[in-house]
T-cell receptor, first 113, second 113 residues
Framework: DVKVTQSSRYLVKRTGEKVFLECVQDMDHENMFWYRQDPGLGLRLIYFSYDVKMKEKGDIPEGYSVSREKKERFSLILESASTNQTSMYLC????????????FGPGTRLTVT | QKEVEQNSGPLSVPEGAIASLNCTYSDRGSQSFFWYRQYSGKSPELIMFIYSNGDKEDGRFTAQLNKASQYVSLLIRDSQPSDSATYLCAVNNALDTGNQFYFGTGTSLTVIP
């Protein structure tokens, strides 16, 4: 079974802090994704990566950056957390071939106070 | 912007009935269509995918795709209380946006015992 893990289930940070969210997958997937999920807005793509050291902006990259130094690990960084970044963050991974589904991690509920 | 529209619900059906969930999408070039189930507080899990026009059945689930009408649906037969969840429709056009998925906001389903 594909396993995607995220470093924390719940996280509380203060405004202005630098926040790191880690995601690890064990299926040798090339693609990795970071989403945020908010009520009424659904899943929105922040960043994705097709390969090590490669990244692409999604629909809402502002205020975020990412790092992919190893194939299995994809990190989301909030450079200076703000209250409007309070959300559920979901990591996903997939093979690059057309038609392959994305597998999701358990999510991190981030609260910025 | 590629739109994926779902009726947010809530949709309530009695146990044993057929639940019908609908999704429309704006990108006519979309090629892959996925249905995810998300229980409250949990991450999305894939339940069905479909690539070709017509019906695809998997147990109690049937996905229906009509590319001409840009419409994909999910039927759940013999609905069970354990089917109560939010169902997310996801669409992919690999030729245009690679492995990026576009998600609807989800339809909340409640199966009443």
């Amino acid at each position: 079974d594909v396993k995607v893990t995220q470093s924390s289930r719940y996280l509380v940070k203060r405004t202005g802090e630098k926040v790191f969210l880690e995601c690890v997958q064990d299926m040798d997937h090339e693609n990795m994704f970071w989403y945020r999920q908010d009520p009424g807005l659904g899943l929105r793509l922040i960043y994705f990566s097709y390969d090590v050291k490669m990244k692409e902006k999604g629909d809402i990259p502002e205020g975020y950056s990412v790092s992919r130094e190893k194939k299995e690990r994809f990190s989301l960084i909030l450079e200076s957390a703000s209250t409007n970044q309070t959300s559920m963050y979901l990591c996903a991974s997939s093979f690059p071939t057309k038609h392959y589904e994305q597998y999701f991690g358990p999510g991190t509920r981030l609260t910025v106070t | 912007q590629k739109e994926v529209e779902q009726n947010s619900g809530p949709l309530s059906v009695p146990e044993g009935a057929i639940a019908s969930l609908n999704c429309t999408y704006s990108d006519r070039g979309s090629q892959s269509f996925f249905w995810y189930r998300q229980y409250s507080g949990k991450s999305p899990e894939l339940i069905m995918f479909i690539y070709s026009n017509g019906d695809k059945e998997d147990g109690r689930f049937t996905a229906q795709l009509n590319k001409a009408s840009q419409y994909v649906s999910l039927l759940i037969r013999d609905s069970q209380p354990s089917d109560s969840a939010t169902y997310l429709c996801a669409v992919n056009n690999a030729l245009d946006t690679g492995n990026q998925f576009y998600f609807g906001t989800g339809t909340s389903l409640t199966v009443i015992p």
